[in-house]
């Protein structure tokens, strides 16, 4: 079973994307800003991370450069931002930042897990 780690401050987009990927066998952990995500990874790894971009603190673009540094643990695990008001800027610069996709809110049931699946594949 994999496990994802659902970085996103609604508790309302939190519960929905939970139970869209439990319902296709994930398991969830799901956290409410960058720096319980940051925390939570230095105990443990997951397959994959569900960030998004506007966090409380520090932004999911911080987030995501901080997971994908060298030296880090969790480096190499994939990462999916995504963001309303989302702009090919955005885009570009998480995938500088070392995201490999980016969904828009809200988040398409099929895009989503078909994203986690070919990235956990």
């Known amino acids: 079973m994999r496990t994802v780690l659902v970085v996103e401050d609604s508790q309302t987009e939190r519960n929905q994307v939970t139970t869209y990927l439990q319902e296709a066998g994930m398991a969830v952990v799901s956290v409410g800003s960058g720096e319980e995500a940051l925390s939570w990874l230095k105990s443990q790894t997951p397959d994959i991370i569900l960030l998004d971009v506007i966090l409380p603190g520090q932004s999911g673009f911080e987030v995501c450069r901080e997971i994908k540094q060298d030296g880090s643990t969790s480096k190499d695990i994939p990462v999916v931002m995504c963001s309303t008001k989302t702009t090919n800027v955005d885009k570009t610069w ?13 988040v398409d049931k099929v895009e989503l897990i078909t994203t986690l699946q070919r990235l956990t594949a």
């Open 94 to 106: 998480g995938t500088m930042l070392g995201a490999n996709a980016y969904l828009d809110k809200p």
